[in-house]
């Protein structure tokens, strides 16, 4: 049974997209992360480089027995480069060629000669400029989206955090754009005719291709290409549709940090998608996707999520998950909130609490975020 859990961050760059995931694996000792992160081989994101932290770890060559995926980066802390096992570890690595960060540096600090650090990871409130970092400096611990633009503004290249979850423009109504999507999505909800449907969607041309983009992903695994709305229709039936469009709704924004919410909203729904799948029957797993995808949309629509749900027709398990932490869907979505810690220990309490295994946690997870970055433009 696995003792290691996961949890992550993204990594942005200057302009708020994400260009690789945090990975933070929580475990005993390093032979344990080693065979979790061998039983994720199979599910591995390929799209971006996947930094690997120890947490409290010292990086030993033990991490030698992981089948290191080709974008996988090893995070180094700056204090375990006085350790030895560290020490016999770094001149392996670069053999191997594997990449690595050097994490928690300071401005000064004393670094082997023969390093080559990739990205340097630092904690912008003790150093707020980067100040001739050894590499692409990623500011880290930003509290909100105006820590971020003074850390660019610093010299930072990016950041690895949640900071663009907090401190966004305040709620307003919800745009045409938005809404004529809102407007769809309850037709699709409701049955309606299939002209119906089609009629909305030829007002918007631009929005019918990026459905249909969607839908014909490689996330979603189709043996066939999806050439019209009737077809799609024909092919997936409505409660399939009714998905896809809620996916529609969460890539509407056109928020600079729109494409990290976004990824953020999607990998939260199929998170609990994929760990709902032993509680809950097929449609309910579906409205577990729309719960975790929708949990995001009023910062991603820049509106209230009393007003998104006023104007949605959503069963009552979705809107009490949304609005009040309430009913059978709100444990999962906590969950999925939980994943995107810095600190493991909370989740592995609420995973224990639903008697959800580790490692089926963990295939979860790894498996929503690699969905999640596949539908990224």
């Known amino acids: 049974m696995s003792q290691t859990i996961l949890t992550r961050e993204p990594v942005v760059n200057k302009s708020r997209a994400i260009t690789a995931n945090r990975l933070i694996a929580h475990g005993p000792n ?61 001149p392996q690595l670069r053999e191997a060629g594997i990449s690595t960060c050097l994490s928690w540096y300071t401005p000064g600090a004393a670094l082997p000669a023969d390093a080559d650090w990739r990205f340097v990871l630092m904690d912008a409130r003790k150093s707020p400029s980067p100040n001739g970092a050894p590499g692409l400096s990623l500011a880290w611990g930003l509290a909100d989206v105006p820590a971020f633009k003074q850390a660019v503004g610093a010299g930072y290249d990016g ?46 041309v631009a929005l019918s291709y990026k ?73 309910e797993r579906d409205n577990l996707f729309i719960t975790g995808a929708f949990s995001l949309l009023n910062v991603l629509l820049g509106t209230s999520m009393q007003n998104l749900l006023d104007e949605l027709n959503l069963p009552a398990s979705i809107t009490e998950a949304l609005l009040s932490e309430q009913g059978e869907f709100a444990p999962f979505l906590k969950l999925a909130r939980l994943c995107e810690s810095f600190d493991g220990a909370p989740l592995a309490k609420a995973a224990g609490d639903l008697h959800l295994e580790t490692a089926a946690l963990n295939r979860a997870h790894v498996t929503a975020l690699g969905f999640a970055d596949s539908l990224q433009a």
């Open 211 to 283: 459905l249909l983009r969607y839908i014909n992903s490689a996330g979603f695994g189709l043996m066939c290409e999806i050439q019209s709305f009737r077809h799609a229709v024909s092919i997936l039936g409505y409660d399939n549709l009714n998905k896809w469009l809620s996916l529609l709704l969460v890539t509407a924004s056109r928020d600079p940090s729109a494409p990290a919410m976004m990824q953020t909203a999607i990998a939260r729904g199929r998170f609990m998608e994929e760990v709902g799948a032993q509680f809950f029957d097929k449609s």
């Open 30 to 90: 390093v032979a344990a992360v080693v065979e979790t992160l061998n039983g994720l081989s199979d599910i591995w994101p390929a799209r971006h480089t996947v930094f690997v932290c120890l947490g409290r770890l010292v990086p030993t060559p033990e991490l030698l027995d992981w089948a290191v995926p080709q974008n996988a980066m090893i995070e180094i802390p700056l204090p375990a480069l006085a350790h030895p096992q560290t020490q016999a570890l770094l």
């Open 159 to 204: 950041a690895s955090g949640w900071f663009f979850l907090h401190g966004n423009p305040p709620p307003k109504e919800l745009s045409p754009a938005h809404a004529q999507i809102v407007r769809l999505l309850n037709l699709v909800r409701n049955n309606a005719d299939i002209k119906d449907i089609e009629g909305v969607l030829k007002q918007d």
